[in-house]
C-alpha cells in the first residue's frame, strides 16, 4: 500500500512528459509564429535524418536485416562511415519494421511515440529518486523545468538522435553509486559493468565522441561521495576509473566502426574515415577533408564559437500567450551559469542564524559539487568538438547541456525549498536572524550563550 502513491506519481509523470515531448501543449518556442527567434523549431528539429532512417528500414525490408551495410545506415558513401557510424537502434527499427505491414512514414511516427515513452519513464524514475533522496523541492523544480526546457522539449522524440541514452550514463551513474559509497548489493566493479554495457550501447546507436558524456559517467561518484565524506583521493580514483571504462567503450566502438567499414568498403582508408572525422571535428583541417564541413575555420575562435551557447536560449516561458501572442521569456544558459554562483554559495549561510542550511549543509555542498563538475563535463565538448559545435549549433547545443542543466535544476529547487521553510520557521517563531551584528537576538543565540560551570558534587567521603 505504501507503494501506491508512488506508482501514482511515475505514471501521471510520465504521461506529463509523453505529451510534452510529443504535443509541446505548453508551446515551449511557439512553433506556430514565423516571427519568433527560431520559428517552427518543434515541428522541423532534425527531421532531416529521417530520411536516412526510413531508407533504411526500406532496405532492410527488402534486402534482409545485414545485407543493407551491415550497422551502417544511410546513404553508401565515404562520409557515412563516420556520419552514420553504428546504427544499431536503426536495425532494431527496421526488424520490426519487417514484421509490420506500415509504409515507413507512418513506422516513423509511431516510433517516436515509443522513443518519447521510453525517455519519459526514464526521467520519471529520475524524478522519483530524487524526491526520496533530495527532497521534494529540487524533485517539482526538476519535473516542472524538463517540461519548460527547449533543449529537452524539442530533441525528446528524435528517433535518430536518442537523446535518452545520451543521459542514461549519467542517470545511472547519480541513482547507482549510492549502493556503492553506502556498502549496500552494488559492488564498484558491477557499476562500472553496468556503465560500460550503456555506453556501449550508445556507441553502438550514435557517434560516440561525446566527451561531455563520457566525463558526466563521474557525477556519482562526486556527488555520494562528498555527500557521506569519501576522502578526496577515492573519490577522484572512483571518478577516473569509470571515466575509463567511458572512454574504452568509445575505443571499442571506434574500432568497430573502422572494421564494420571496412568490410562494407573493401577499402581500408575508408574505413579509417572516422579517426579522420574526429581529428577535423575537433582541431584538425586536412587538405583532403577541405570540402567536408567537418572542420571549423582556423580563424575563428573557440571563445567565439562557445559565446554563441552562452546566449541561445535553452529554456522558454510562455507569457501571457492570449494578450501578447508570440511573446516569450527566455532564460539563456549565461543566466545559469551565473545562478550556479549565488545557489551554490548558499551551501555556505552560517548555521546559527539559519538552523535549516545547517541541517542540509552536507547536501547543498555535494549537490553544488555536482553540478559544478557537471558544468566542467559540458565545457569540455565546447573545447573539444570545436568543429562539430561550429557546423551544428542546433545539435550541438542540446548535446551541450548534458549533464549540467538536469543538476542545476535540482539545486535550484533544493535551494528554494530549504530558504521557504526558513522563511516559514522564522515567520512561525516570529523572531529574524540580525544579519549584521554579532548575532545576540537570532533564533538561535541561546544555544551560543556561555553557560555557568556546573557545581562540584559534594564529596560524601569523610575527612
Known amino acids: 500500500m505504501r507503494r501506491i502513491p508512488e506508482i501514482v506519481i511515475f505514471l501521471a509523470l510520465a504521461c506529463l512528459f509523453t505529451v510534452t515531448f510529443m504535443r509541446n501543449p505548453f508551446q515551449i518556442g511557439d512553433p506556430c509564429d514565423p516571427k519568433q527567434w527560431r520559428p517552427r523549431v518543434f515541428e522541423t528539429f532534425q527531421i532531416d535524418t529521417y530520411k536516412a532512417i526510413e531508407q533504411t528500414i ?7 536485416h545485414w545485407p543493407a551495410g551491415g550497422f551502417i545506415y544511410g546513404y553508401p558513401k565515404e562520409t557515412d562511415v563516420y556520419d552514420r557510424a553504428f546504427a544499431l537502434h536503426v536495425k532494431i527499427y527496421g526488424w520490426i519494421f519487417s514484421h509490420t505491414a506500415l509504409d515507413s512514414a507512418t513506422f516513423v511516427e509511431r516510433t517516436e511515440w515509443v522513443v518519447s515513452g521510453c525517455f519519459a519513464v526514464m526521467l520519471a524514475a529520475f524524478v522519483l529518486f530524487v524526491r526520496r533522496h533530495i527532497g521534494w523541492g529540487a524533485a517539482i523544480t526538476l519535473a516542472a523545468l524538463t517540461c519548460l526546457s527547449d533543449w529537452l522539449v524539442f530533441i525528446a522524440r528524435n528517433i535518430d538522435l536518442l537523446f535518452c541514452l545520451r543521459l542514461l550514463p549519467s542517470l545511472l551513474s547519480f541513482m547507482l553509486f549510492r549502493h556503492v559509497v553506502t556498502g549496500g548489493r552494488l559492488k564498484f566493479w558491477q557499476f562500472l559493468l553496468i556503465i560500460g554495457a550503456a555506453m556501449i550501447f550508445l556507441c553502438l546507436c550514435s557517434n560516440p565522441f561525446i566527451t561531455n558524456v563520457v566525463f558526466g559517467i563521474g557525477v556519482g561518484p562526486v556527488f555520494w561521495g562528498v555527500l557521506h565524506r569519501v576522502p578526496f583521493r577515492r573519490i577522484a580514483k572512483w571518478t577516473l576509473a569509470a571515466i575509463a571504462v567511458g572512454t574504452a567503450a568509445v575505443g ?58 552562452l546566449t541561445q536560449p535553452m529554456m522558454s516561458l510562455p507569457f501571457y500567450q492570449n494578450k501578447f501572442p ?32 545547517e541541517a542540509n549543509r552536507k547536501l547543498l555542498v555535494s549537490l553544488s559539487a555536482a553540478t559544478i563538475y557537471s558544468l566542467g ?73 556561555p553557560t555557568q560551570p556546573m557545581p562540584k558534587a559534594k564529596s560524601n567521603k569523610r575527612n
Open 377 to 449: 563535463a559540458s565545457l569540455s565538448w565546447a573545447f573539444m568538438m570545436k568543429g562539430h559545435m561550429w557546423h551544428h549549433l542546433h545539435q550541438a547545443a542540446v548535446v551541450f547541456y548534458i549533464p549540467y542543466m538536469l543538476f542545476l535544476y535540482m539545486l535550484m529547487g533544493c535551494c528554494a525549498a530549504i530558504t521557504l521553510l526558513q522563511l516559514f520557521d522564522f515567520a512561525r517563531a516570529r523572531r529574524w536572524p540580525a544579519l549584521f551584528s554579532d548575532g545576540a537576538d537570532s533564533p538561535t543565540a541561546e544555544t551560543r550563550r
Open 252 to 309: 571499442i566502438s571506434m574500432i568497430a566502426t573502422a572494421v564494420q567499414g571496412y568490410l562494407f568498403f573493401g577499402n581500408a582508408d575508408k574505413a579509417m574515415t572516422v579517426f579522420h572525422a574526429a581529428f577535423n571535428r575537433m582541431y584538425g583541417h586536412e587538405a583532403r577533408f577541405a570540402s567536408v564541413d567537418w572542420g571549423a575555420p582556423p580563424e575563428i575562435s573557440v571563445f567565439q564559437i562557445f559565446e554563441q551557447y
Open 326 to 357: 508570440g511573446y516569450h521569456i527566455y532564460l539563456s544558459f549565461y543566466a545559469f551559469l551565473v545562478a550556479v554562483v549565488p545557489f551554490s554559495l548558499m551551501s555556505l549561510l552560517d548555521g546559527r542564524r539559519f538552523p535549516r542550511f
Open 58 to 64: 526500406d532496405m532492410t525490408r527488402r534486402d534482409g
